[in-house]
């Protein structure tokens, strides 16, 4: 056997030790929550065939007599990947209940198989934690007039669908019925894709842009930008290589055109993908200044 030959056996042989570690430690992991926070995992929020479940982190030093607001967390991961509990949406979820929000990670309709079309199943998904949320304000001690949405890349984007999009779009889910999802207070989106035609193509529609651009606008969160839609804050990072930082600026000069109240932070040298806590900059206080600006802090809920 050739030395070419072994080098090339050789890399075989490491790439599929990569790849069954890789799925070993997807199958084996198992979340970390803080221990100075009460979590309730894995609660139902879809009928009883669906896995898909949310956790939620109920605020720290905030009375009992007083409603909390509220912030509903997306995670990323392209649409086709990502889950409630990783140690990026345990970290925002906890810092956000610390700060007297009562915080909401959701799972949705992930895209798992070659050629399977998830939209518009996993915006429905999105909209009926929304609604559940709401639903169970009484239980969860929450003002259901105080609710924010917030996620990461993927979900950002669809952060924004939620606070953007009305009845009148069609993307309200049936299981619904004839009530909405409700309207939130204000929407943070951290470096999500906002205009899918000059984005990249998407698993979720098994098409390209080419081939099902209406598909392409209808997934675009721009595409809904009114002058009534809610604050926004937007945060992305000039490092970023998978959701380049125009897609930030593209959603930025639309809000400021249509005179809708936003904040834009720009964070240098930042990459894709980070929490509340990168290594440039807290995000910390920016994003509770704005939550709170806009939801009222804990100390400002009914009695």
């Known amino acids: 056997m050739s030395f070419s030959s072994c080098s090339a056996l050789s890399a075989l042989f490491c790439l599929l030790a990569v ?20 979590v309730e995992a894995d609660v139902a929020y879809l009928p009883a065939d669906r896995k898909e479940k949310l956790d939620i982190y109920h605020p720290v030093g905030v009375s009992q007599s007083h409603l909390a607001p509220a912030v509903i967390y997306y995670h990323g991961g392209g649409f086709n ?16 209940a610390r700060a007297g929000f009562l915080a909401v990670s959701v799972n949705y309709k992930l895209r798992r198989m ?11 998904d999105c909209k009926l934690a929304l609604r559940w949320v709401r639903d169970n304000a009484a239980r969860l001690g929450i003002d259901p007039d105080r609710i924010a949405v917030m996620g990461g890349s993927a979900g950002g984007a669809i952060a924004a669908l939620l606070a953007y999009t009305e ?9 619904a019925g004839t009530e909405p999802a409700p309207k939130v207070a204000c929407v943070v989106d951290l470096y999500g894709p906002m205009e899918f035609m000059t984005f990249h193509d998407l698993k979720m529609f098994a098409k390209t842009r080419e081939e099902a651009p209406e598909l392409y ?13 809610p604050p926004t804050f937007v945060v992305h990072g000039t490092a970023d290589e998978t959701v ?11 809000l400021k055109e249509l005179g809708v109240p936003h904040e834009y932070v720009v964070i240098e040298h930042a990459p894709h ?18 939550l709170k600006k806009y939801l009222g802090g804990p100390e400002a809920g009914k009695p």
Not at 86 to 91: D, N, S, T, Y
Not at 221 to 229: Q, R
Request: charged share 30%; with cysteine; hydrophobic share 30%.
């Open 273 to 290: 993908s980070f929490d509340l806590r990168p290594l440039q900059m807290d995000l910390k206080p920016p994003v509770f200044a704005f």
């Open 19 to 38: 790849l069954s570690a890789s799925a070993k430690d997807k199958k084996d992991y198992v979340p970390v929550y803080p221990t100075d926070i009460k």
């Open 244 to 254: 380049n930082i125009e897609q930030s600026g593209k959603l930025v000069a639309k």
């Open 81 to 96: 990947d990502g889950d409630k509990a990783k140690e990026r949406e345990i970290g925002i979820c906890s810092d956000l």
């Open 114 to 124: 070659q050629g399977q079309v998830t939209w518009p199943r996993n915006i429905h």
């Open 217 to 229: 606008k209808q997934a675009s969160p721009i595409t809904y930008l009114d002058k009534e839609d």
């Open 167 to 175: 009845p009148s779009d069609g993307l309200e889910p049936s299981e």
